[in-house]
């Protein structure tokens, strides 16, 4: 059972009193204090003399740097003080010092010493008390077993504090490059991926000046998100200059790269460069192409692009628009022609009023003739020459052209074909 807090004086003053009693000198030290770096840390202490002594200073030094000569990290008779060593006794039992922040080039032996009213009252406690410093450590495990850590891999970071021991086990944070992202002593993941790469470092919770050395985590893949783009265009002009250019996220980053040109049944491998340049693109270069990107995790191929070559001026254009040209000629013509032909119609039509009854059975072909000796009238340069033909016409038909016949209308009831020779585009 533990005393109340009236009873922990009560003992406390018992055990001055025992001191007192036995007229003792003395201080008591724990032997070895273990500590972090960048964390705090107390140095526990306490102190005894003869009954009737009353104190007057007190110090702390180093038994490295001289405490015999009288160099103090702390003196209570010196305004000079480092902050860094703060004594959190007092003048009467409890020589307690707190160091903060520790580092490693203050390890040492540290020593107290008091000093009393009496002439005699000088004392150095014998012994002291030994500050240990340590780094946080931190192993990665790998449990694929690989050198370097690849996409996919099971890895284990674990933070380990070594002034710990028996049923001292510190509380831990970890980090990512500067945030707190976890609590505990390790992190672990089953199926690293990329995006886990980073510096981690674990600190211990309660002393956030505690770091350990960086962990970095570099998680390497194969190439991903190859892909080609083409400048300035995939259509492309006979003679141009163009530029594919491969790209690829890998870890490490690509080492080689291939250019295929796909076509029908046969593959070639184009060149081993980022960037695939045409410096005069020949119709012969149209086609399909592809790039494979490779670094030591393995190759990724692009999407194919297609290379269009495009219907180029010196060539296409030329013929283009000499065919617009003929065309508006030929329509030019037709519409002479069409005219002239009505016009010679109408014209071989008259004589054969005599001979209606033979009409009504036929159709007029009309095979204009050119005489290009005949000049004036452009439509009179041509002989009209009426092929007369025969076809039967149902007998319906034939009372509705008879009536059109009759009439003299239009020329909607015959059946013209005009044959035109060549030579008369001109
Ligand atoms: C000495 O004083 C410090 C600070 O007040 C305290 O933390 C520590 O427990 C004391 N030690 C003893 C032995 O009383
Ligand atoms: C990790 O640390 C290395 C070396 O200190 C540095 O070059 C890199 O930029 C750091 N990475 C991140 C993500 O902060
Ligand atoms: C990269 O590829 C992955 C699949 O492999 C896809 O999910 C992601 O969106 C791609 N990223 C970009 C920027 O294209
Ligand atoms: C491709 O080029 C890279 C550097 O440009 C070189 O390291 C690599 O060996 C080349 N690979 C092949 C297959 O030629
Ligand atoms: C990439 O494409 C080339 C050409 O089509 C082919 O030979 C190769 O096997 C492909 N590589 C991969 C990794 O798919």
């Not at 110090?59 to 702390?74: L, M, N, R, T, V």
Request: with cysteine; charged share 20%; glycine share 8%.
């Amino acid at each position: 059972m533990y005393p109340e807090h009236g009873n922990l004086t009560w003992i406390l003053s018992l055990l001055l009193l025992s001191g007192v009693l036995s007229n003792e000198w003395k201080v008591e030290y724990q032997p070895s204090v273990c500590a972090v770096k960048g964390s705090s840390v107390v140095i526990p202490c306490s102190f005894y003399y003869p009954k009737g002594e009353k104190v007057q200073e007190v110090k702390w030094g180093q038994e490295s740097k001289d405490i015999y000569k009288g160099h103090f990290i702390f003196d209570s008779a010196s305004n000079n003080q480092s902050s860094r060593f703060q004594y959190i006794g007092d003048k009467l039992q409890n020589c307690s010092l707190k160091i903060n922040p520790v580092e490693h080039n203050i390890a040492d032996k540290y020593i107290f010493r008091f000093i009393t009213k009496s002439p005699t009252g000088q004392w150095t406690g014998t012994g002291g008390s030994t500050l240990k410093i340590v780094d946080l450590k931190t192993s990665v495990t790998n449990t694929s077993g690989h050198g370097a850590t690849k996409e996919g891999d099971s890895v284990n970071v674990t933070c380990r504090n070594s002034c710990d021991g028996g049923d001292v086990s510190s509380a831990f944070i970890w980090l990512k490059n500067g945030e707190s992202i976890h609590k505990g002593p390790s992190l672990y993941w089953r199926d690293i991926s990329p995006s886990n790469s980073g510096n981690y470092t674990c600190s211990l919770e309660a002393h956030n000046g505690t770091t350990s050395r960086v962990v970095n985590i570099n998680v390497e893949y194969g190439p991903k998100n190859t892909s080609v783009s083409v400048r300035p265009s995939t259509e492309v002009d006979v003679g141009s200059n163009v530029i594919l250019t491969c790209s690829s996220r890998a870890n490490p980053p690509v080492e080689n790269y291939s250019w295929f040109k796909v076509d029908e049944d046969d593959v070639i491998i184009v060149e081993n460069k980022s960037e695939l340049h045409f410096r005069e693109f020949s119709l012969a270069a149209g086609g399909r192409y592809l790039c494979s990107a490779t670094n030591k995790h393995g190759s990724q191929n692009s999407t194919m692009v297609t290379l269009k070559v495009k219907a180029h001026f010196p060539y296409i254009s030329i013929i283009a628009s000499a065919a617009a040209a003929l065309l508006i000629v030929a329509a030019v013509v037709i519409a002479v022609r069409s005219l002239c032909f009505r016009f010679n119609e109408k014209r071989a039509r008259e004589p054969e009023a005599d001979h209606v009854g033979d009409q009504q059975n036929t159709v007029y072909l009309n095979w204009p003739i050119p005489d290009n000796s005949n000049e004036g009238n452009p439509c009179e340069g041509e002989q009209i020459e009426t092929v007369y033909t025969n076809i039967d016409f149902n007998t319906k038909r034939k009372s509705d052209m008879q009536q059109q016949m009759d009439s003299h209308s239009n020329d909607e009831g015959a059946i013209y074909s005009m044959l035109q020779f060549p030579g008369s585009y001109s």
